[in-house]
């Protein structure tokens, strides 16, 4: 059966399961106080408990209600709400995330995770955001981490974290089910959950999505898409814990220039065993299996199965708290080359690590932290990653915390096995290639060091200040090989510097405001001997030296809520962009309590715009409307 048959069958399911049963509402972070936002409980700085007004790192937050007022129906658009990110639009599909630089669609030094499933592709150390998908109102909330989490969380996690949290199954009960139509997309979710009987509580869903080419210019590149996902998600008791069983389907196509569309298609399942030993001790257990299939017209044909697992032990003896544990994964490669190919095409790929990490309080207000991950990768081997964190309470509500941290990015496929094109071109006799992955790649390396400073000034404001340096070497450069070509070797170097600023202001009981900027400066090199000309091309890197975000969240009364986000982004050298504000607004309507009507704007302040750069040049973004529906029972 086509998973697009499965997500019908579901999706029937859903809208013929009975919707008279009372419900609890979802929780919405957004009816939060400033001072119970900066108590909310996160887990990705420690990957352990604590308040994020505890947190000894650069860390924002994105709740379930910022996500539900402004409006946004996917990924990428929804980390346009942290000002710590970098997220820009190059075409209808594929958008730059990044943090501290190294801006580009195929950006490989951040680390994503939803649910602790993260969805990095080894073929570039990135993120396909094209197929990530999430039903936006089961969403809890988003820790973005700007800075290294590499001593927790592993390689690749260089210059931050996103952890994408999805509620309880006990936390969306009942029928959801939502519509959005406008000028450029159209979309429809349905979602139900329910209770079992052994106290357990789960919950099924379907979802389409279908974007038109955003660039409606005779000369554009055609980048829409439909996808179609459905999943389901499993809360129970079980061995004196608690078990969480997810998972995903997906397929979709992505329309090309003059040739047929990209067809995509996967899943996934996870399953998480946590537990409390006793009051100072707690278990979890994870297992991850993923499936992955890209078949890229012209270019290539991939098949990728992974396997995660995945074990934790949290413990607190007198002054300390302990967390250790280790992970295995692998990954199982297969490429049918077309435009070009990698060597070997089929490729067995394992990595393990082991981390220890102990938080010691030396005095009620002064905190030391000490952590270190060994990874061990089919590449380069092992790779030590530590970091120290120290954490001072100067007083009420405040934090005054420093870091020093290793970490690295370990070579991708394209790094070390990429050919292109297919079939080398003769010279003289001799086969060449145009471009070649290094032999010798080694993994890029970069030393960190933050300060900052976090305060709930009062039950009305709070913010935070982060200043940061990063030292990079070992960048991928592209080198001339004799004859013809190039190959990726390690002869880039970098320095990135910077402050980033945020806060949230309760204006009046009924208008909050929220924002940040991000002032950076990012040096790019060569070392003696390297006669790459453009290491930032190499690099895929494409910075902005300010970027920022100012949000204004006002409750028209008990029916009304009118939301405004503007947005800055600096001028990017290479591809030029000039530097731009557009707003984005919704106006929602709670007709009943259990219909919602939304009417969204996108970039208000241009005709059509560009945002971003590609190979295949700058596509134009037209202001948009649309209109959503939503009903809850």
């Known amino acids: 059966m086509t998973i697009r048959k499965q997500s019908a069958l579901i999706l029937a399911a859903l809208l013929s399961a009975s919707a008279v049963q009372a419900v609890e509402p979802d929780s919405d972070l957004a009816d939060?106080?400033?001072?119970?936002?900066?108590?909310?409980?996160?887990?990705?700085?420690?990957?352990?408990?604590?308040?994020?007004?505890n947190a000894a790192a650069s860390i924002y937050i994105i709740s379930s209600g910022d996500i539900r007022r402004s409006g946004v129906r996917t990924l990428p658009e929804a980390l346009r709400l942290a000002p710590n990110l970098m997220v820009a639009r190059q075409d209808a599909r594929n958008y730059a995330v990044s943090a501290r630089g190294f801006s580009s669609v195929f950006a490989n030094k951040l680390l994503v995770l939803i649910d602790g499933r993260s969805i990095y592709s080894p073929l570039f150390s990135g993120a396909f955001w094209d197929v990530q998908d999430v039903v936006m109102e089961d969403i809890e909330r988003i820790e973005v981490i700007s800075g290294p989490g590499a001593s927790i969380w592993g390689v690749n996690a260089v210059n931050g974290v996103i952890n994408i949290i999805t509620k309880s199954a006990r936390d969306s009960q009942g029928l959801l089910a939502s519509v959005v139509s406008g000028s450029k997309e159209k979309d429809g979710t349905a979602r139900y959950g329910a209770a079992l009987q052994n106290g357990g509580n789960y919950r099924l869903y379907a979802r389409y999505w279908h974007m038109e080419d955003v660039d409606t210019t005779p000369t554009a590149n055609p980048t829409g898409m439909q996808r179609r996902q459905a999943g389901f998600r499993a809360d129970l008791p079980a061995f004196d814990g608690a078990l969480m069983v997810s998972g995903d389907v997906y397929e979709g196509e992505l329309h090309q220039l003059n040739t047929r569309d990209i067809k995509v298609s996967g899943g996934n399942a996870i399953a998480r065993y946590t537990r409390k030993l006793d009051n100072d001790s707690d278990l979890r257990l994870q297992l991850v299996l993923d499936h992955v299939e890209r078949n890229q017209p012209n270019n290539f044909i991939e098949r990728l199965d992974t396997v995660e697992i995945e074990a934790q032990h949290g413990v607190r003896i007198g002054a300390h708290n302990i967390a250790w544990g280790g992970g295995y994964r692998q990954s199982k490669d297969h490429i049918t080359p077309i435009g070009f190919t990698f060597a070997p095409e089929n490729f067995d790929m394992h990595w393990g690590n082991l981390f220890a990490q102990d938080e010691i309080t030396l005095t009620p207000d002064l905190r030391f932290t000490a952590g270190a991950k060994i990874e061990h990768n089919h590449y380069t081997g092992a790779e030590y990653l530590p970091s120290l964190r120290l954490a001072w309470n100067p007083g009420p509500n405040q934090l005054v915390w420093g870091s020093l941290a290793r970490t690295v990015r370990a070579p991708s496929?394209?790094?070390?096995?990429?050919?292109?094109?297919?079939?080398?071109?003769?010279?003289?006799?001799?086969?060449?290639?145009?471009?070649?992955g290094g032999p010798d790649f080694d993994s890029e390396v970069a030393n960190v060091a933050e300060v900052g400073y976090r305060a709930q000034h009062s039950e009305r404001v709070s913010?935070?200040?982060?200043?940061?340096?990063?030292?990079?070497?070992?960048?991928?450069?592209?080198?001339?090989?004799?004859?013809?070509?190039?190959e990726f070797r390690n002869m880039g170097k970098a320095t990135a510097r910077g402050l980033e600023l945020w806060g949230r202001w309760q204006v009046t009981p009924n208008w909050r405001l929220s924002g940040g900027l991000v002032r950076q400066m990012i040096n790019i090199g060569v070392k003696p001997g390297s006669r790459d000309?453009?290491?930032?091309t190499a690099l895929g890197t494409n910075d902005p030296r300010l970027h920022g975000v100012l949000r204004s969240s006002f409750d028209i009364g008990d029916w009304q809520q009118l939301d405004f986000t503007l947005r800055y982004n600096g001028r990017l050298p290479n591809p030029s962009i000039p530097a731009y504000y557009d707003v984005d607004m919704q106006w929602l309507w709670k007709l009943r309590p259990t219909m919602d009507v939304a009417l969204i704007g996108q970039n208000l302040l241009h005709r059509s715009r560009p945002e971003f750069g590609g190979p295949n040049g700058r596509s134009f973004y037209e202001r948009t409307a649309l209109v959503k529906v939503t009903w809850r029972y």
């Open 533 to 536: 000309g453009g290491a930032a």
């Open 32 to 53: 939060l106080s400033i001072e119970q936002l900066s108590n909310i409980v996160i887990t990705s700085v420690s990957r352990q408990e604590e308040k994020l007004g």
């Open 413 to 436: 496929r394209i790094d070390k096995d990429f050919l292109a094109p297919l079939k080398p071109i003769i010279l003289a006799g001799k086969p060449y290639r145009l471009i070649n």
């Open 463 to 486: 913010y935070s200040a982060t200043l940061f340096y990063a030292d990079y070497d070992k960048l991928r450069t592209q080198e001339p090989v004799p004859g013809f070509g190039f």
